[in-house]
């Protein structure tokens, strides 16, 4: 597990999922559920989260 919670899994399919790491849920991001992905698509939407979560963290706004 990372520090924004949340991770991807390799689906039955083959397709990868992130999911919330407390819910077990996929992620919904921008209003669309972040299943069905390639493996290059889910780790790019674990560094768009993780961007999101640096942005938006009490240490980036607190001097």
Do not use: C
């Amino acid at each position: 597990m990372n520090k924004t919670g949340f991770d991807m899994r390799q689906e039955k399919n083959g397709t990868w999922t992130v999911f919330d790491n407390y819910s077990g849920k996929a992620v919904v991001h921008n209003d669309v559920e972040q299943t069905g992905l390639t493996e290059d698509e889910a780790n790019e939407m674990l560094e768009t989260l993780r961007q999101d979560f640096i942005e938006k963290s009490p240490e980036k706004t607190n001097p």
